[in-house]
């Protein structure tokens, strides 16, 4: 399955005085073709300097079927750096626990936030998940 990227605009980078507090993310589409275990969406750019602080999750229901279905969210280097397997998709919930792996984790460089489908559903259903990742840009 090749990684699709999902956002086209521009993304918010070193605005404002140091260390306040920044929302990034939007929300971000799921085709039924991207919900396939080890399906992966790049949801939006986190600028260099940036450390998490907080996470907001809220997905639409995609699994049509028996609900079995586990998503996370991180980036290339840990795609469980934020959630780890979470249930949000099964039935259209939400989330604002944070894993502890990405609790004040902070960026080097501009990194791409993905959506890692871990357990695939077993009947997909095309959606959207609000994601947004709260922090600071270190400046």
């Known amino acids: 399955m090749a990684t699709r990227t999902d956002f086209v605009q521009p993304q918010a980078g070193l605005l404002g005085e140091a260390r306040t507090m920044k929302t990034l993310g939007r ?25 998490v602080t907080g996470i907001i999750a809220v997905s639409t229901d995609l699994d049509a079927g028996t609900n079995a279905m586990t998503l996370s969210v991180g980036d290339a280097a840990s795609s469980t750096r934020f959630l780890n397997a979470s249930t ?51 400046g």
């Open 27 to 51: 929300r971000v589409t799921m085709t039924a073709a991207d919900l396939v275990t080890g399906g992966v969406v790049e949801a939006f750019v986190v600028p260099a300097g940036f450390t």
């Open 88 to 138: 949000i998709g099964q039935a259209g919930t939400s989330t604002q626990t944070l894993a502890s792996t990405g609790l004040l984790f902070a960026y080097t460089a501009d990194t791409k936030i993905l959506i890692t489908v871990t357990l695939g559903p077993t009947v997909a259903a095309a959606g959207t998940i609000d994601l947004y990742l709260s922090g600071f840009v270190a």
